[in-house]
């Protein structure tokens, strides 16, 4: 074999290896967000509908639906994480660029990635999450054997009917738009331009719902750290007020137990427990506080606090820096390449800091666009209960973080929050060349986040000033007694002690014996 040969056959023995081990890669990647969104959706699903106990047929429907959405899910997760892992990528071959054992590590890897997250998102979008929901409505055509496959062929054709339905309103809308006169009387280029052109209506669907979401996102992330987080509170004793929640909650027991009204509490059975499970709860998280550190209970909430306003306020400073470079310079203007060239440049003026304050602050734009996804009226709907998540609930769930998802590395592009290009198919969408659209994009969403953010700043600190300077009143629990005054609560307890003759007390000092 002469040495052309030998160099050509051992070219292609690399590159067979190549691909060989990106799949691999890939497909040990997958399964690990497959295995994870399965623990996800498992903690969730409704245990009542895929049992055997009423109908094998559906919970065997059921079973296939899940492992759909799972998929959805995985995918979903998928696009999440591309942005970060092409970033980290990039910054770790800067740092090891002769490293044998990152060598896996290098643009086709990441290119491949790019381009599976899209293939998957489309084909979840447009088949597979279609095809879960009318697959767990069907039953059969009439007159057919009842079974899974005339089920199966029942959705085929429900779903063969709407893409043709989609895709006939794709064209038109394509044909109004566009003034190619080919593009109104051909549909031949059905994968080179139709497809693409209904994921980019999808993709800015998502990109503007991220818009609405995220700053609202923003401001919600204050109060749901709160929860989490035990709040310090000035001039307050924990002790005082957990022994008088213990006090009343077991007053209410004591009523609840007994059965028997009294002349000052005269309420009926269901109030009572209502009441009773509200002063739990109460004192639940009173023995929380209680049980915290100082540090934890002074520091923690207000490093935390502080925390999310720095990293808020940097994606607003970010985002009207990259306002200033759409005016100046066109190559701030979105982009998608083809060639990934990874381990050349830093994608940040700061290095390997910058790289990672980008990964950081995508993870919380996107956490926080999800928050304030659930926290918006017209989805407070979709959000899933534990153990009690009906399987349409969780196919609008999966769709929804999908579209959030895969919306995620072009509306981070979008704004500035990261200098990497948009690889494969992710830059060819239509509006991504409209400089006002992305222009009026950046201003909308630097004034709704300072707009929400300092509303919600300004109204905390308020109602947090006032809590601690005691001039809001108590609002007291609806039995008749206040917190301050046990004394009826211990007559509750001790039927006797109401024969016993009680201190009376001054009109003009309220709480002196005269």
């Not at 800067?94 to 084909?123: A, D, E, M, R, T």
């Not at 060349?433 to 300004?458: P, R």
Request: aromatic share 12%.
């Amino acid at each position: 074999m002469a040495p052309a040969e030998q160099d050509a056959l051992a070219v292609r023995e690399q590159l067979f290896h190549d691909r060989v081990r990106e799949c691999i890669i890939c497909t040990l990647l997958f399964a690990c967000l497959y295995i994870l969104c399965h623990f996800i959706i498992t903690h969730f699903k409704k245990h009542t509908d895929f049992t055997a106990a009423h109908d094998d047929e559906d919970a065997a429907v059921n079973r296939i639906a899940l492992g759909l959405c799972t998929f959805t899910l995985a995918v979903a997760l998928g696009a999440v994480l591309l942005l970060p892992f092409s970033i980290i990528s990039n910054e770790v071959l800067l740092s090891f660029p002769q490293n044998y054992y990152i060598q896996w590590l290098n643009g086709s890897l990441v290119h491949g990635l790019w381009n599976l997250v899209f293939l998957f998102s489309n084909l979840s979008l447009v088949f597979l999450m279609p095809f879960a929901y009318f697959f767990t409505e069907s039953e059969g055509f009439a007159g057919s054997r009842k079974g899974i496959m005339a089920r199966v062929y029942e959705t085929s054709v429900v779903l063969l009917l709407l893409t043709l339905l989609v895709l006939g309103m794709v064209w038109v809308a394509s044909a109004i738009i566009s003034n190619d006169v080919a593009s109104r009387q051909s549909l031949h280029d059905l994968w080179e331009y139709y497809l693409p052109y209904l994921y980019s209506c999808i993709s800015l669907f998502g990109v503007l719902l991220l818009l609405l979401c995220t700053p609202f996102g923003l401001s919600t992330m204050f109060t749901v750290t709160g929860k989490l987080l035990v709040k310090p509170r000035l001039l307050e004793d924990l002790d005082e007020q957990l022994s008088c929640t213990r006090f009343e909650e077991a007053a209410v027991s004591h009523r609840i137990s007994s059965g028997k009204a009294s002349c000052w509490l005269n309420w009926n059975v269901e109030l009572l427990q209502e009441q009773f499970f509200t002063l739990q709860s109460k004192r639940q998280k009173l023995e929380l506080r209680h049980q915290t550190s100082p540090w934890q209970r002074n520091l923690g909430y207000p490093l935390a606090m502080l925390g999310l306003l720095a990293l808020t306020g940097i994606s607003v400073l970010i985002v009207c820096f990259h306002v200033l470079e759409l005016l100046l310079d066109d190559a701030a203007m979105p982009r998608g390449i083809q060639d990934a060239s990874l381990g050349q440049v830093s994608f940040s003026i700061f290095g390997s800091f910058g790289a990672a304050l980008q990964v950081i602050l995508i993870f919380y734009l996107m956490v926080s666009s999800v928050v304030g996804f659930y926290s918006s009226p017209l989805f407070t709907q979709l959000l899933p209960e534990r153990q009690d998540t009906p399987l349409t609930k969780i196919i609008g769930n999966c769709v929804s973080l999908l579209v959030l998802s895969s919306a995620l590395p072009v509306f981070s592009r979008t704004l500035g929050i990261t200098r990497f290009d948009l690889l494969g198919d992710f830059g060819r969408f239509n509006w991504l060349g409209n400089f006002y659209i992305v222009f009026f994009y950046n201003m909308g969403f630097a004034g709704l986040t300072t707009l929400c953010l300092v509303k919600k700043v300004s109204w905390t600190v308020r109602a947090e000033l006032l809590r601690a300077l005691g001039e809001e009143g108590d609002m007291g629990m609806g039995i008749g007694v206040s917190m301050s005054c046990p004394t009826a609560l211990t007559l509750s307890l001790c039927p006797g002690l109401h024969k016993l003759p009680l201190p009376r007390t001054c009109s003009q000092h309220p709480r002196k014996p005269c």
